[in-house]
């Protein structure tokens, strides 16, 4: 089945500087790949997705690649804001249909 | 975007007792429904997938007569943990997936279970 790996575990930035996730996915035949951000207590809120027939998608400060033949895709926030401080979720589509395998999460803690 | 909500938000049980958690899809009707384990500091973990009218599909290691899943309409599945443990204290959370929505799943705010 598919297997997802996320990377680094937590990541400390400073106010206005960038912040990328990489993740990798095991299972060639996934094509849907979204991100979510949870704050503490809260449920995941989807924050940007992409699927396989797209290599790169951009919403103001976030943007999502994909790299299908190596299979790994990263989430990049620019001109980061303590606001954006929460754990952040990548996941890739499972070998049946809409199920999704969760990364491990990402711990982000913006500074300012 | 789409509304799922989930019903208690908190509970707290003792030892040997059943919880029934509600998960509902307020603006569309759900095809398929997922029930996520959240252990602290952990990702999500499916549990089974429900899809209306059939039998849940559980993941490897799930026990099917401890978590009861029943999905009775489209806007609708419930999660019975029977016989809870202190081990079962979690974040369970539901998501809602309908056709329409392509592959996006909406999730619920999520239940936080403690057991005594």
């Known amino acids: 089945g598919e297997n997802v790996e996320q990377h680094p575990s937590t990541l400390s930035v400073q106010e206005g500087d960038s912040a990328v996730i990489k993740c990798t996915y095991s299972?060639?035949?996934?094509?849907?790949f979204p991100w979510y951000k949870q704050e503490l207590g809260k449920r995941p809120q989807l924050i940007i997705d992409?699927?396989?027939?797209?290599g790169e998608k951009k919403d103001q400060r976030i943007a999502v690649t994909l790299n299908k033949t190596a299979k790994h895709f990263s989430l990049h926030i620019t001109e980061t804001q303590p606001e954006d401080s929460a754990v952040y979720f990548c996941?890739?589509?499972?070998?049946?249909?809409?199920?999704?395998?969760f990364g491990a999460g990402t711990i982000l803690r913006v500074k300012s | 975007g789409a509304v799922v909500s989930q019903h208690p938000s908190r509970v707290i049980c003792k030892s040997g007792t059943s919880v029934k958690i509600e998960c509902r899809s307020l603006?569309?009707?759900?095809?398929?429904m997922f029930w996520y384990r959240q252990f602290p500091k952990q990702s999500l973990m499916l549990m089974a997938t429900?899809?209306?009218?059939?039998?849940?599909?559980?993941e490897q290691g799930v026990e099917k007569d401890k978590f009861l899943i029943n999905h009775a309409s489209l806007t609708l599945s419930t999660l019975t943990v029977t016989s809870a443990h202190p081990e079962d204290s979690s974040f369970y959370i539901c998501?809602?997936?309908?056709?329409?929505?392509?592959?996006?799943?909406?999730f619920g705010p999520g239940t936080r279970l403690t057991v005594l």
């Open positions: 998501s809602a997936w309908t056709s329409s929505s392509t592959d996006t799943q909406y």
């Open positions: 299972d060639s035949a996934s094509n849907y």
């Open positions: 992409i699927r396989s027939n797209v």
């Open positions: 996941a890739a589509e499972g070998e049946y249909g809409n199920k999704l395998v």
């Open positions: 603006d569309f009707q759900a095809t398929t």
């Open positions: 429900s899809n209306e009218g059939s039998k849940a599909t559980y």
